[in-house]
């Protein structure tokens, strides 16, 4: 069974910052979810990837299979991404199956 | 862009109680999961589902918990007789190979809130 861990738990910024939220797992995978999560509870799913780096407009998401360990950046953050955010694996390593979850990054940024 | 919806939003009930979540999955997609989140916690798997079967359960889905797909489209989870930490989060989920986006790429519902007074 995978293991994932998340850091930092908590991380509090000011406008315009650049964030990086932290991911690493212990059975090896070929596909990585980060997932976002707002207060009132949604889940949306942000990136999946199974190498190098996915940009999506202020959002770039790495992931180094070998080390197992992947990153979620935000580029001039926003007190609108203030979010929690999640960080999940296929539960027996590969691509597909039921997944497991991180404890989350709750992120909150200040205007 | 199509979506996972579920319903209701929020459901309130007493412990004992039967409960039905209901998610309606992305029409041609065929695995389904449930998950839930109790309050503060992470998110955990309950149970996949694929041609009409599970396919794979986590120790949390006891025998109160059952899912069903019931005519082609609803997918629902069952709590038979609720318990005080059956209270949390349930999240619908589904996937499929030939998609627009990666097969593996889970489409996530809204999420139902369950609180069992």
């Known amino acids: 069974k995978n293991e994932v861990e998340q850091s930092p738990q908590n991380l509090t910024a000011q406008e315009g910052e650049f964030i990086t939220i932290n991911c690493s797992y212990s059975?090896?995978?070929?596909?990585l979810h980060w997932l976002q999560q707002h207060p009132g509870g949604g889940i949306v799913s942000l990136f999946m990837?199974?190498?190098g780096k996915k940009k999506h407009g202020r959002l770039i998401a790495t992931i180094n299979i070998q080390e197992k360990h992947s990153s979620l950046h935000i580029t001039a953050s926003h007190p609108r991404d203030s979010a929690v955010y999640i960080c999940?694996?296929?539960?027996?390593?590969?691509?597909?199956?039921?997944?497991?979850f991180g404890k989350g990054t709750k992120l909150s940024v200040k205007p | 862009e199509p979506e996972v919806t579920q319903t209701p939003s929020h459901q309130v009930t007493q412990m004992g109680q039967e409960v039905i979540l209901r998610c309606v999955p992305i029409?041609?997609?065929?695995?389904f999961y449930w998950y839930r989140q109790i309050l503060g916690q992470k998110v955990e798997f309950l149970v996949s589902?694929?041609?009409?079967?599970?396919?794979?359960k986590s120790e949390i889905f006891d025998d109160q918990f059952s899912v069903e797909r019931p005519d082609g489209s609803n997918f629902t989870l069952k709590i038979r007789s609720t318990k005080l930490e059956d209270s949390a989060m349930y999240f619908c989920?589904?996937?499929?190979?030939?998609?627009?986006?990666?097969?593996?790429?889970?489409?996530f519902g809204p999420g139902t809130r369950l609180t069992v007074t």
């Open positions: 990837l199974s190498s």
């Open positions: 589902f694929y041609n009409n079967e599970i396919s794979e």
């Open positions: 989920a589904s996937n499929t190979p030939g998609g627009t986006r990666s097969f593996y790429e889970q489409y």
């Open positions: 999940a694996v296929p539960n027996y390593g590969g691509s597909q199956g039921n997944l497991i």
């Open positions: 029409s041609n997609h065929l695995y």
């Open positions: 059975v090896g995978i070929s596909a």
